[in-house]
């Protein structure tokens, strides 16, 4: 009885106290209301709006995709299905963000697994240290390696299927690459003038590059030959127009300028050796092909440009997949993504290829391990094309996280709460964006020991699984098998 008056004498503080003691009939109402009876109170309770309020949650769990595809768990102990494809969605570009050592490449790879259950989705990865070498072998898969000398190489002059003279969006994407290759400087004058100067020597390349067949009924048919990136620099060795008039002394050097800068990008050097000849990556028609691009990294400049000429050829070659009538969806992986965003003009190329695939009904999700240099305008429209985001750990870059996507204090708070045992789970705050609104919850991901061995990036733990397929003739998934089972 004591404890029922103190009860009762705190509860009077609410604002229109609906609260009351039973004392006879308490068996039905202790039933309905007992855990997990799914019973209803039967009073009713009539309280002002503003009282009533308080007593509503302001918060609950995700109930995530409704297609189960990856399945994790949330704190609650609840499952929580994630379709990287999810139809509600306006498109389906994704961003993970995840310190070094976080498991952000880890719950990449899980995903990719689970999506490709889906035989009508296909993916493609730009990596930098083969850390999806076995979930590729495992699945199939192809593992090409990208740098000069490898016999690879990609010619940003290269037209769609069936053109014979460039669109204005592969102007702009040309004009993107070269801005790579010779940044300008802080003169945002002079930066506009050789714009002006590279846009004219792209038109006047191409032109050069394109000639008229006559045909045997009198018709007239445009034909492409072919240009690269040396013809390019022999056009502004030699530019004379600029915008329908002749050029000036000083907008000539400043061509000449620019033409001796990218000497260094054609050629034999080892730049040109892989962006001034034809192209040549092989085409693969497996559901998982992974484009190593370590190899690029060891020249300064060519690893943000072949990320560029990769991502490129990846579009236009789903774009002639899709004129084919192939049907399938495709996701582009492009991890390491944050030595694109570094630049200025790869930034806006990365930008303009997440708003060009919504319309392949395909994905394009960026990988990185630090938002320090994913600022400015191009940032902030990546993040607008985006619906699909995972946060994992990362240190020091608190005030980034808040600022690049724009969380409150509430959600910052669980960002820091972020956490998990290494070999056993891994916490990430996932949610996706949905009719303009943000829905989403701290999702756990605990791998099974297959998935555990399969995607492990860990020294150590991966020298190990390499070892041990080597052993059983390149057979990943017989060496995964054995190692989750405890056989070695």
Same mark, same amino acid.
């Given at each position: 009885?004591?404890?029922?008056?103190?009860?009762?004498?705190?509860?009077?503080?609410?604002?229109?106290?609906?609260?009351?003691?039973?004392?006879?009939?308490?068996?039905? %109402?202790?039933?309905?209301?007992? %855990?997990?009876?799914?019973?209803?109170?039967?009073?009713?309770?009539?309280?002002?709006?503003?009282?009533?309020?308080?007593?509503?949650?302001?918060?609950?769990?995700?109930?995530?995709?409704?297609?189960?595809?990856?399945?994790?768990?949330?704190?609650?102990?609840?499952?929580?299905?994630?379709?990287?494809?999810?139809?509600?969605?306006?498109?389906?570009?994704?961003?993970?963000?995840?310190?070094?050592?976080?498991?952000?490449?880890?719950?990449?790879?899980?995903?990719?697994?689970?999506?490709?259950?889906?035989?009508?989705?296909?993916?493609?990865?730009?990596?930098?240290?083969?850390?999806?070498?076995?979930?590729?072998?495992?699945?199939?898969?192809?593992?090409?390696?990208?740098?000069?000398?490898?016999?690879?190489?990609?010619?940003?002059?290269?037209?769609?299927?069936?053109?014979?003279?460039?669109?204005?969006?592969?102007?702009?994407?040309?004009?993107?690459?070269?801005?790579?290759?010779?940044?300008?400087?802080?003169?945002?004058?002079?930066?506009?003038?050789?714009? /002006?100067?590279?846009?004219?020597?792209?038109?006047?390349?191409?032109?050069?590059?394109?000639?008229?067949?006559?045909? %045997?009924?009198?018709?007239?048919?445009?034909?492409?030959?072919?240009?690269?990136?040396?013809?390019?620099?022999?056009?502004?060795?030699?530019?004379?127009?600029?915008?329908?008039?002749?050029?000036?002394?000083?907008?000539?050097? #400043?061509?000449?300028?620019?033409?001796?800068?990218?000497?260094?990008?054609?050629?034999?050097?080892?730049?040109?050796?892989?962006?001034?000849?034809?192209?040549?990556?092989?085409?693969?028609?497996?559901? #998982?092909?992974?484009?190593?691009?370590?190899?690029?990294?060891?020249?300064?400049?060519?690893?943000?440009?072949?990320?560029?000429?990769?991502?490129?050829?990846?579009?236009?070659?789903?774009?002639?997949?899709?004129?084919?009538?192939?049907?399938?969806?495709?996701?582009?992986?492009?991890?390491?993504?944050?030595?694109?965003?570094?630049?200025?003009?790869?930034?806006?190329?990365?930008?303009?290829?997440?708003?060009?695939?919504?319309?392949?009904?395909?994905?394009?999700?960026?990988?990185?391990?630090?938002?320090?240099?994913?600022?400015?305008?191009?940032?902030?429209?990546?993040?607008?094309?985006?619906?699909?985001?995972?946060?994992?750990? #990362?240190?020091?870059?608190?005030?980034?996280?808040?600022?690049?996507?724009?969380?409150?204090?509430? /959600?910052?708070?669980?960002?820091?709460?972020?956490?998990?045992?290494?070999?056993?789970?891994?916490?990430?705050?996932?949610?996706?964006?949905?009719?303009?609104?943000?829905?989403?919850?701290?999702?756990?991901?605990?791998?099974? %020991?297959?998935?555990?061995?399969?995607?492990?990036?860990?020294?150590?733990?991966?020298?190990?699984?390499?070892?041990?397929?080597?052993?059983?003739?390149?057979?990943?998934?017989?060496?995964?098998?054995?190692?989750?089972?405890?056989?070695?």
């Amino acid at each position: 009885e004591g404890r029922i008056a103190q009860a009762m004498s705190a509860l009077a503080k609410v604002p229109g106290n609906p609260f009351r003691v039973l004392r006879n009939g308490l068996l039905t %109402p202790w039933l309905n209301l007992a %855990p997990l009876s799914g019973g209803l109170a039967e009073e009713r309770v009539y309280l002002l709006e503003t009282n009533a309020a308080h007593f509503f949650p302001t918060t609950g769990a995700w109930r995530g995709s409704p297609r189960p595809v990856a399945l994790f768990q949330n704190r609650q102990g609840a499952l929580v299905y994630v379709d990287p494809f999810d139809k509600r969605l306006r498109n389906y570009n994704g961003i993970v963000v995840g310190g070094s050592g976080s498991g952000k490449t880890f719950a990449v790879q899980y995903l990719i697994s689970e999506l490709l259950r889906d035989d009508s989705v296909s993916v493609v990865i730009l990596d930098r240290g083969k850390n999806y070498q076995a979930l590729v072998e495992a699945f199939g898969g192809a593992m090409v390696e990208i740098r000069p000398g490898a016999g690879t190489s990609v010619n940003p002059f290269d037209l769609d299927e069936g053109e014979v003279e460039p669109s204005p969006e592969k102007k702009g994407d040309l004009l993107k690459i070269l801005r790579a290759m010779v940044p300008p400087g802080e003169d945002k004058t002079e930066e506009a003038v050789e714009n /002006a100067i590279l846009e004219a020597a792209i038109e006047q390349t191409y032109k050069r590059a394109t000639t008229v067949d006559l045909l %045997p009924d009198g018709r007239e048919e445009k034909r492409y030959l072919g240009a690269r990136l040396s013809d390019l620099v022999k056009t502004l060795l030699t530019l004379d127009e600029l915008g329908g008039r002749s050029i000036s002394p000083s907008e000539k050097e #400043v061509a000449r300028s620019l033409a001796l800068r990218l000497q260094s990008w054609t050629g034999d050097s080892p730049m040109g050796s892989f962006v001034d000849r034809p192209t040549s990556v092989p085409v693969s028609s497996a559901r #998982v092909v992974c484009y190593e691009l370590e190899g690029l990294d060891a020249y300064e400049g060519l690893d943000v440009v072949g990320t560029m000429l990769m991502a490129g050829l990846i579009w236009k070659r789903a774009l002639e997949g899709k004129r084919r009538g192939e049907e399938r969806r495709i996701l582009v992986v492009l991890d390491e993504a944050w030595k694109v965003f570094k630049n200025r003009y790869a930034a806006n190329l990365v930008e303009e290829l997440y708003r060009r695939f919504r319309h392949l009904g395909g994905g394009i999700w960026s990988i990185t391990q630090s938002l320090q240099d994913f600022q400015g305008e191009s940032a902030g429209r990546i993040v607008q094309n985006t619906t699909w985001f995972f946060l994992l750990r #990362v240190q020091g870059e608190d005030d980034y996280v808040q600022q690049v996507f724009h969380l409150p204090d509430r /959600a910052m708070a669980v960002f820091r709460s972020l956490g998990g045992v290494r070999g056993k789970f891994s916490e990430l705050m996932v949610w996706s964006v949905r009719d303009d609104q943000k829905e989403g919850d701290v999702l756990q991901l605990w791998p099974t %020991p297959y998935d555990y061995w399969l995607f492990t990036s860990a020294q150590e733990e991966a020298a190990k699984r390499r070892k041990l397929a080597e052993a059983y003739g390149g057979d990943v998934l017989r060496a995964v098998r054995d190692l989750a089972e405890g056989r070695v």
